[in-house]
C-alpha cells in the first residue's frame, strides 16, 4: 500500500466512523428526548420524512418530542445492520432499526421495525443527515395482512384520515430495487412538505 492509498484508507475509515456516531447519537438523542443532541445529527436544512411526520429537522425534533412524551413513559430506538455507500463528501445508508416503547395506555409494549435510509453529507469536515426517510418493515398486528401498509405498521395509534393518506403515499417497504434504499440521490418528494 503507497501512502497515498493509505490516506485515502484513513480518510475513508474515519469518514464512515463519523457517519456511525451520527446515526448512534441519533437514538440517544430521540431516547433520552434531548432536543439540542437531536439536532445535531441534521444539517440544518435536513428533510424528515418518517410517514406520519414530514418535515424539516427542527419540526422533527418538537413532533418527536411532544408524540413520545404525550405517547411513552420510555422507549428505545435500537439500531442493527447498517450499509454505507460513500461517495466522497455524500453518503447513503440503510439502518435497521427495531422501537420498544412502554405505552402510557392500552397495551403495555409497543414494537415495530424498519429502516432509516439517509443521505448524509459532509460539510465543513461534519457529517450529518440531509434527508432521512424512514420505512417501516413490520409491526405486531391482530392478522396476517394482504399487503405491507407503513400506516399499519407504526405505534402511533389513532390516526387521522389525512396522516393515514400521508403515509401510504410516502415510501412503502419493498423487496426489490423499487425500494427507497436504492434512490440515489435520495431525496423526499417536495409534494409531501408542508409549506412553512
Not at 451520527?22 to 440544518?44: G, Q, W
Not at 445508508?93 to 403495555?108: C, Q
Not at 457529517?127 to 395482512?145: F, G, K, M, S, Y
Amino acid at each position: 500500500m503507497t501512502p497515498d492509498e493509505l490516506e485515502r484508507a484513513v480518510v475513508e475509515l474515519r469518514d464512515r466512523q463519523a457517519i456511525h456516531d451520527c446515526l448512534m447519537t441519533y437514538s440517544r438523542a430521540i431516547d433520552r428526548l434531548d432536543r439540542e443532541l437531536l439536532l445535531s445529527v441534521y444539517h440544518p436544512d435536513a428533510v424528515d420524512d418518517h410517514g406520519v411526520f414530514v418535515g424539516s429537522a427542527e419540526d422533527f425534533a418538537d413532533w418527536a418530542i411532544a408524540m413520545h412524551t404525550k405517547t411513552h413513559l420510555s422507549h428505545q430506538h435500537c439500531v442493527f445492520n447498517y450499509t454505507v455507500d460513500l461517495d466522497g463528501d455524500v453518503a447513503h445508508t440503510e439502518t435497521y432499526y427495531m422501537f420498544v416503547g412502554m405505552n402510557r395506555e392500552g397495551t403495555p409494549l409497543a414494537m415495530s421495525g424498519g429502516r432509516y435510509v439517509d443521505r448524509l453529507e459532509k460539510r465543513d469536515g461534519r457529517w450529518a443527515i440531509a434527508t432521512r426517510v424512514c420505512v417501516r418493515d413490520w409491526a405486531p398486528l391482530d392478522e396476517i395482512p394482504t399487503s405491507l401498509d407503513a400506516s399499519a405498521m407504526t405505534v402511533v395509534k389513532d390516526l387521522d384520515d389525512q396522516t393515514r393518506e400521508l403515509m401510504r403515499s410516502g415510501a412503502q417497504p419493498s423487496r426489490d430495487h423499487t425500494d427507497v434504499s436504492y434512490q440515489r440521490p435520495l431525496v423526499v418528494d417536495p409534494s409531501r412538505v408542508p409549506a412553512r
